[in-house]
């Protein structure tokens, strides 16, 4: 259909196209819908061979650590990703899709690894007397890095949209690029060279999130 | 890092947290906006609002709209999600709900909710689909505690909304009521809650069967009972007639959002005054930020 479009164009025009990647994620159509809005040419990927010729993946995420790392390897996707990044390709990883570039998860029963992009834990929210877990809602992103090309043109502090129990607590802090304050400071944005990775969803935070994908889409 | 409670806002200081007995022990105040979310009653894919519950059913109804084209005013107001509600509840309806639910979620990039006439796993997967972020269950849910469980296994907690028909019965006791408000089921509101959340609940929305309707404001002591006694979100439902309600209601009901339909398409109030008066009075909330 829409792949089957793309796929037939030749390797040219590929320039510039973003690979989703369609692993069941529950937020995959808004993600797909909110890249299409801001114009950016989007294929849809379930197996290894169609990431070739894109030079930026978008890997959305709701939900479980292990479902997401179980069906990215049931794709071959998790390796070939890995792969395409250490090649050089742009990456945005948006909530699990945040979390899954570490190593491992606290969730519950989580035995799945994760990519190992990154040095650290993903743990849960810690039990407070009125802290609600999940955190449902708009919260503040405090911008620690100021050269952050993610959040150019979005003032710091600016509200974004969060679904979450787990967050990734990253070894290195230099790659922290957002912080968020919910019972603890939480890493809420990562970046290393070309690799960005939110645990807010930018495609439900209205005009800030917006403006947060088209960034990444003219960074490609 | 320091302590910093603003000396002028009580309610801040309600929201500050104090962490466990680990070594890095520090205060971090809890910013979570509140949450301010237009309801859309849908029939038939129009917008509709009946006066008082049960009243839509039997036809007093008063058309507001188109659903897509509201939901994309509230999109613009800088609403904080949109709760698309089916009352209807038909087969029929339920395609035609889908429909309004893409439509939505193609021009507004927020989440959004929908309910009414969700019975299955299946129909949650046909909404989620659509575009959803969550679904909203009421009566299929006390008829079938199991469907909050298998919802919440399949799709997460943070999908699955438990939603809960309260009426006072007694001087210090709220029934939960099925079918729209219309048949009594003999269960303890807060009983139900908790029971809910256990079972996998992310979210509760309290509507209030006494309040519903009757712009006089939320009832503020079972939203603070439910909130208090649950460890989800509790979103704030029916009653809203003026600003100072729903204030109130994240103050003393210690709700973390609220819900409202008519002060919304009536065009008594947009989202963002509502917003502006809560910040005025302390409460977080998330502004419009002035974003190219």
Known sequence: MVFDFLWSRSEPNFCGVIALIDYGAGNLRSVHKALLHLGAEVRLVTQPDQLEGCPAIVLPGVGAFDDCSTALNNQSLMEATRERIRQGAWFLGICVGYQILFERSEEFESTSPGFGLFEGPV?????????????????????????????????????????????????????????????????????????????????????????????FVELV | MDLQIPSHSQFAESLVFELGMMDTMRYVPCMLARRVIPCLDVHDGQVTRGVQFGKAEAGELRNVGDPVELAMRYNDQGADEMVFFDITASA??????????????????????VGGGIRSVEDMSIMLKAGADKVSINSAAIAHPDLILQGARKFGSQC????????????????????GGRKATGMDAMQWAKRAVELGAGEIVLNSID??????????????????????????????????????????????????????????????????????RGIPVRLNAEIA
């Open chain 2, 160 to 179: 699955i909304v438990v939603s809960i028909d309260a009426k006072k019965t007694g001087s210090d006791q709220w029934e939960v009521f099925s079918h």
């Open chain 2, 92 to 113: 029929h309806a339920r395609a035609s709900m889908a429909d309004v639910i893409q439509r939505a979620a193609d021009c507004c990039f927020m989440p959004l909710t």
């Open chain 2, 211 to 280: 309040a519903d309707g009757t712009k006089a404001g939320y009832d503020l002591e079972i939203t603070r009972r439910i909130s208090e006694a649950t460890s989800v979100p509790v979103v704030a439902s029916g009653g809203a007639g003026n600003l100072d309600h729903m204030a109130q209601v994240l103050e003393e009901g210690k709700a973390d959002a609220v819900l409202a339909a008519s002060i919304f398409h009536f065009g008594e109030y947009t989202v963002e005054e509502v917003k502006q008066h809560l910040q005025s």
């Open chain 1, 123 to 215: 743990v849960r929210f810690p039990n407070q007397p009125g802290l609600k877990v999940p955190q449902i809602g708009w919260n503040q992103v405090r911008q620690v890095r100021s050269n952050c090309p993610l959040f150019h043109g979005i003032p710091d502090q600016s509200h974004f949209y969060f679904v979450h129990s787990y967050h990734p607590q990253p070894v290195d802090s230099a790659i922290i690029a957002g912080e968020t304050d919910y019972g603890h400071t939480f890493a809420s944005a990562v970046w290393q060279d070309r690799v960005f990775a939110t645990q807010f969803h930018p495609e439900k935070s209205q005009r800030a999130g917006l403006r947060l994908l088209k960034n």
